[in-house]
């Protein structure tokens, strides 16, 4: 798990165009072995061109890129055979069986059907599909796909794990079984590289993340960092009634809390001291409908860097 | 690593789709010949037979069966290769997931076409069974329309292949198959020399690839072989080399991006 050192992808300067459109704009970065490293950024902030370039499965526009040490351009098919790719749509068969999915996947990168065979027992015990092992893939939950998914791109034993969007579309209960099924890959050392828009999924598997908005990298740093960086410690969320909130709150907030951001439907306020600032606030007579104190989260960050809200 | 093996493996994995449907596919298979030969070759044949002259001693049966092999083998080859094609880059998009291993794009091309010409393989050699039953097979050389009749189909596999890696969407399908692959069926020499079309259409006929297969098939059949035949022959061929070319720019236009 240490790091030697040398990053395995590294990404200088790197930009992807469609015609006209700057998709990635750009960036640079670096990914260490053993690390979980994620892009967060709102949809079409460029995080599935970049995780296509680095799948070499997309040509790279301008800048350098090394995968595992190799060039892209030349050694797409070598570096495609030591990395596994979970794609943000599903490419699963669905007229095949669930092993059938994983052990034809297996050929494709030319191992043994006699090896496939115990290799895709183990990997569908590992996301608990075993019982599943002989039936279609069609009628399969959006969950267990997604965990079909995550098992088959597992089946050459990759280097480097690229997930692009891996709980998106999963109901709260599918999402959490497939980020234990990736904290435990985590855990064995598996280097994993993904890309999300939820802010609590990047800050439950993220060492370290880079925040991404109209094809560039806005923020750097562990989801820790960037909250303390970006953001103060708790936030307190205002609700008001229809057009009882006030269009400038400076009167009531004005050296109580460090910043204020408006938003369509609420407003938040940024302090180190949540239980502090609301008391402040009903000493000066603001009466909101509803008052939340809650802890800085990367959707603050994101916030903050942007003017936005990751999910709209 | 050599391209070939590449080239077997998303091969293998049509071939494993095709194993969950092969029995249905079989039975057509082996019942198309059967009814087309029955119809038209025993049927149609004895009201032909009574009045036309085909050439010295050949029966209708045995001018139409190597025809309806090489048609069936070209409307087998489109369809397979239109619908299919899209889908896998488009709705069931498996060409993504082989695209994200060690397979390129010229791979999941080639083992596709590999694909077609197996079933093309599989399809002519029982049509070649079932015409020899029918008694219409006049020369030993009638093997060799199994070859001939897999690189008819690749001659539309390859081209039709290219346009759907390019189509958006698969309106334009209807139309290849009612404007070109149908009038091909019916006027490219299968059911009637096409001597006996008006001069334009029999100059268009020419350049079908169908009519060369037809031609083709029919001499090895009958045991008729020219020196032509070689020009038929070369015709196909360029056919399916220029429909690979055409094939590997669009998939690669369409998936490499």
Known sequence: ?312 | MTSVVLVLRPLEFFLTQYKRVWRGSAVTTVITPIVYLLALGVGLGVFVDRSADLAAGVSYLEFVAPGLMAATAMQIASFESSWPVLSAIKWDRQYHAMLATPLRVRDVMLGHQAYFAFRLFLTATIYLIIITAFGAIESPLGVLAVPVTVLVGLSFSAPIAAWAAHAQNEVSFVAIFRFVILPMFLFSGTFFPISSLPTPLEVLAWFTPLWHGVTLCRDLTLGTVSWGDLGHLAYLVGFVTVGLLLARMTYRKRLWV
Request: with cysteine; net charge negative; hydrophobic share 35%.
């Open chain 1, 1 to 312: 798990m240490s790091s030697n050192g040398t990053p395995l992808i590294q990404a200088r300067n790197l930009v992807k165009r469609f015609d006209d459109f700057v998709a990635v704009d750009s960036i640079d970065f670096d990914l260490q072995r053993g690390e979980a490293f994620g892009f967060l950024g709102p949809n079409g902030a460029g995080k599935t061109s970049t995780m296509r370039m680095i799948g070499c499965v997309s040509p790279v526009t301008e800048g350098s890129l090394t995968v595992l040490g190799l060039d892209p351009a030349r050694d797409g098919s070598k570096i495609r055979a030591r990395l596994g790719v979970v794609p943000q749509q599903d490419t699963l068969d669905m007229e095949l069986t669930v092993r059938e999915n994983i052990v034809i996947y297996g050929r494709y990168f030319g191992l043994s059907r006699k090896d496939l065979g115990p290799r895709a027992d183990e990997l569908l015990d590992f996301v608990e599909l075993t019982d599943r092992a002989n039936d279609k893939v069609e009628p399969l939950s959006g969950g267990m796909k997604r965990r079909l998914t995550i098992a088959r791109s597992l089946v050459n034993d990759p280097e480097v794990l690229l997930l692009d969007e891996p709980t998106t579309g999963l109901d709260p209960q599918a999402r959490h079984v497939v980020w234990d099924r990736l904290y435990r890959l985590k855990r064995q050392g598996v280097t994993l590289l993904l890309t999300t828009h939820y802010m609590d999924e990047a800050e439950q598997l993220c060492d370290r993340l880079v925040v991404m908005d109209r094809g560039k990298i806005v923020a750097e740093g562990s989801p820790r960092d960037l909250i303390e960086r970006y953001s103060t410690r708790e936030v307190v969320e205002l609700r008001f009634d229809d057009g009882s909130r006030p269009d400038d709150l400076t009167y009531w907030t004005d050296g109580l809390v460090d910043r204020v951001e408006m938003l369509p439907d609420r407003v938040l306020l940024y302090t180190p001291d949540g239980d502090a600032a609301t008391h402040g606030l009903h000493e000066r007579g603001l009466v909101p409908e509803s008052v939340l104190v809650r802890r800085s989260t990367l959707e603050d960050v994101f916030l903050h860097l942007t003017g936005r809200s990751l999910i709209e």
